[in-house]
């Protein structure tokens, strides 16, 4: 596995963003997209916004997606997977590149056929504790005209990522800008943050 963190951390700094295929195996992408549906089905898949607990705002024509949060400590299998994976991540950017993370958030997200979330950072204003973004995709046979592409706006111009299940894309919070286009069927990922407080 260290050589995915590997490749992902050079990649990060050769380009600014890092894409990488079968991260996740085709096996826990089942699951957890199995997982997500449960959730949605039992009305705990809530409407997303923007901003912080305490200034938190609802902005349909901004974002649309629908989100619920993993428990670090879940017991669920191919939730416990997947979050050992984000923390091997951490762990191996603490040692290699001395980054000094100490948690990481991670949500579920749907996005329904005509949503889509606006250009925008993931880094508060009001807090730097994001310091790396993760995506990391579940869905099915996904085709170009599905859209719902994570589109990037590095130095170099943009760039779009297919949401490809197994997939994950790993960037600077505070540094780059990026939108969800609108989707045309239904688009499932696990979004969260690497953060050092």
Same mark, same amino acid.
């Given at each position: 596995?260290?050589?995915?963190?590997?490749?992902?951390?050079? @990649?990060?700094?050769?380009?600014?963003?890092?894409?990488?295929?079968?991260?996740? *195996?085709?096996?826990? /992408?089942?699951?957890?997209?199995?997982?997500?549906? %449960?959730?949605?089905?039992?009305?705990?898949?809530?409407?997303?916004?923007?901003?912080?607990?305490?200034?938190? @705002?609802?902005?349909?024509?901004?974002?649309?997606?629908?989100?619920?949060?993993?428990?670090?400590? !879940?017991?669920?299998?191919?939730?416990?997977?997947?979050?050992?994976?984000?923390?091997?991540?951490? @762990?191996?950017?603490?040692?290699?590149? +001395?980054?000094?993370? %100490?948690? +990481?958030?991670?949500? +579920?997200?749907? +996005?329904?056929?005509? !949503?889509?979330?606006?250009?925008?950072?993931?880094?508060?204003?009001?807090?730097?504790?994001?310091?790396?973004?993760?995506?990391?995709?579940?869905?099915?046979?996904? @085709? *170009?005209?599905?859209?719902?592409?994570? /589109?990037?706006?590095?130095?170099?111009?943009?760039? !779009? /990522?297919? *949401?490809?299940?197994?997939?994950?894309?790993?960037?600077?919070?505070? /540094?780059?800008?990026?939108?969800?286009?609108?989707?045309?069927?239904?688009?499932?990922?696990? !979004?969260?943050?690497?953060?050092?407080?």
């Amino acid at each position: 596995m260290n050589e995915k963190f590997e490749f992902l951390i050079v @990649q990060l700094i050769e380009k600014g963003y890092a894409v990488l295929d079968d991260f996740i *195996p085709e096996k826990v /992408v089942k699951s957890l997209a199995e997982n997500l549906h %449960k959730r949605f089905s039992v009305g705990e898949m809530k409407e997303a916004g923007i901003g912080r607990s305490n200034d938190f @705002q609802k902005k349909e024509n901004y974002r649309s997606d629908v989100i619920s949060w993993l428990d670090n400590d !879940t017991d669920q299998e191919a939730e416990r997977i997947f979050l050992d994976l984000i923390d091997g991540l951490m @762990q191996y950017l603490n040692r290699t590149c +001395y980054t000094s993370l %100490k948690t +990481y958030e991670i949500h +579920y997200a749907m +996005y329904k056929p005509g !949503t889509f979330y606006k250009r925008h950072l993931d880094q508060f204003q009001s807090d730097s504790g994001r310091q790396f973004s993760v995506v990391s995709y579940l869905n099915d046979d996904w @085709q *170009p005209e599905d859209g719902g592409e994570l /589109v990037l706006y590095t130095n170099e111009g943009e760039i !779009t /990522v297919l *949401p490809k299940g197994g997939r994950i894309v790993f960037f600077k919070s505070d /540094v780059l800008e990026h939108e969800v286009k609108t989707a045309h069927r239904e688009r499932l990922s696990l !979004t969260g943050w690497l953060k050092n407080g």
